[in-house]
Structures are given as structure tokens and as C-alpha cells.
């Protein structure tokens, strides 16, 4: 069977990416990094693919947002991916762009959605007084952080957490919950089906979670 083809959409330091070439790497994750697409063309996740993989546009050189992500989409297809992934892609993406890829586009979000989406999730659990928190993987549909999760990470809060101590925790769960998902993708069991996660063709009505194995359980 030929390797599944990932790409990556991301805007920054680019540790999700890495997590998923060093599983790639370890022979956890029988896949290959097909592109990395940023809209920021200094960002430090370009650096760890050969320049051949990379592709960057600054979307203010474009007409339009339409255009932008026309250029955008065109490049990812390009790429023939079977999977694309969202690993801290700072921009919200248009509904054209999202129904192109529809079904095979996943997002990581640091928080237990459905709660806080968008920015500053961490900071917002402390504030909500949360007594758990943790990420997300979820189907991308045209609406911000809400499509239907399929896995999610969770910890405890510490009374003396603070936004950073619980970001460094949180991505490190990123880090392992990624590739666990990923896995679950290439080995073709994963589908979303009238806006449900599917696994092995059955509907899930809650996300699977990481136990301590990395190991999604329902
Ligand atoms: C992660 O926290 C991810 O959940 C969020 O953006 C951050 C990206 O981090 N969407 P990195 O670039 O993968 O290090």
C-alpha cells in the first residue's frame, strides 16, 4: 500500500509539525509530510521540510482573501495530499477553501472543545475556573473550532496554574494526541459522515481520548 500523504497548514513555531515528523520518523506513523503551507513566509515550521515542500504567500499580496486561498488550495492539491492538517494556522479559513477539502481537513485546538474556541483558551479556563483542560482534534468545517471532535486530551488544572504552565502541559498533550489521530486517519478508519466522526464506519457520539499509552480510547 503506497504511504498516506499529509499536508500541513501552519503559521508558527511549527512543534505540532514536528511531533508528527518525529512519529513519522520512530515508524509510528506510516505516512510522509507531502507540504508545509503558511501564510507567513518567515515562519519557523518552513524550516523543518526540505524547501521543495514548502509553500508560503502573505495573503495581503492578494487581491482577496478568495484569491489568496484559491492560490492556497491549488498548491495543497498540487500536493496530492490524502490528509490536511491545521497545526496552529492563525488565519480563519473560507468556506470555499474548506468545502474543497471537506471531510480530510483536521484542526488541533488547544482547549476541550466545545469549550473555548478561538484565542487565549488557556487563559479562558483559568478565568472559567475549569477544573479540567486540555486539546482537541476536530473535523474543520467553515465555522471557527467547530467541527466534530474526534479526540480529545485532557489534564487536571492546578490552583497554581498559570495561562503559560497550562500551555506548556496542554501542548505537550498536542504533541501526542496529533500523531495518535493521525494514525487513526492514514490506516483509513477515520471518515466524517453528515458531520459525524466516524471510526471503522460506526458514528461516535463522544470523542475518543488518549490514555497514558497514546492509545485513542473510546
Ligand atoms: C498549538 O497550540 C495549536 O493547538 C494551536 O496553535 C499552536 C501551534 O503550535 N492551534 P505549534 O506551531 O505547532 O508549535
Known amino acids: 500500500m503506497s504511504q498516506a500523504r499529509i499536508a500541513v497548514l501552519a503559521s508558527g513555531r511549527g512543534s505540532n509539525l514536528r511531533a508528527l515528523i518525529g512519529?513519522?520518523?520512530a515508524g509510528r506513523l506510516p505516512a510522509q509530510v507531502v507540504g508545509v503551507f503558511s501564510d507567513k513566509p518567515d515562519a519557523a515550521v518552513l524550516q523543518q521540510?526540505?524547501?521543495a515542500l514548502r509553500w508560503s504567500a502573505k495573503p495581503a499580496n492578494f487581491d482577496s482573501r478568495?484569491?489568496?486561498?484559491?492560490a492556497l488550495g491549488d498548491a495543497i492539491e498540487a500536493?496530492?495530499?490524502d490528509w490536511i492538517?491545521?497545526?496552529g494556522y492563525m488565519r480563519i479559513l473560507g468556506d470555499a477553501l474548506v468545502q474543497r477539502f471537506a471531510g480530510r481537513m483536521l484542526n488541533i485546538h488547544p482547549s476541550l472543545l466545545p469549550r473555548h474556541r478561538g484565542l487565549r483558551t488557556h487563559a479562558a479556563a483559568?478565568?472559567?475556573?475549569d477544573a479540567e483542560h486540555g486539546c482537541s482534534v476536530h473535523f474543520v468545517i467553515p465555522e471557527l473550532d467547530a467541527g466534530t471532535v474526534i479526540a480529545?486530551?485532557?489534564l487536571a488544572v492546578a490552583p497554581d496554574d498559570t495561562p503559560e504552565s497550562l500551555a506548556a502541559r496542554v501542548l505537550a498533550m498536542e504533541h501526542r494526541l496529533l500523531p495518535a489521530v493521525l494514525q487513526l486517519a492514514v490506516s483509513g478508519r477515520l471518515a466524517e459522515r453528515d458531520g459525524t466522526a466516524c471510526v471503522d464506519g460506526q458514528p461516535m457520539f463522544t470523542p475518543l481520548t488518549l490514555d497514558s499509552h497514546d492509545r485513542l480510547m473510546p
Open 23 to 25: 512519529a513519522i520518523e
Open 49 to 51: 521540510v526540505p524547501p
Open 66 to 70: 478568495e484569491a489568496y486561498e484559491q
Open 79 to 81: 500536493a496530492r495530499p
Open 85 to 87: 492538517v491545521c497545526a
Open 126 to 129: 483559568l478565568a472559567a475556573g
Open 152 to 154: 480529545q486530551a485532557r
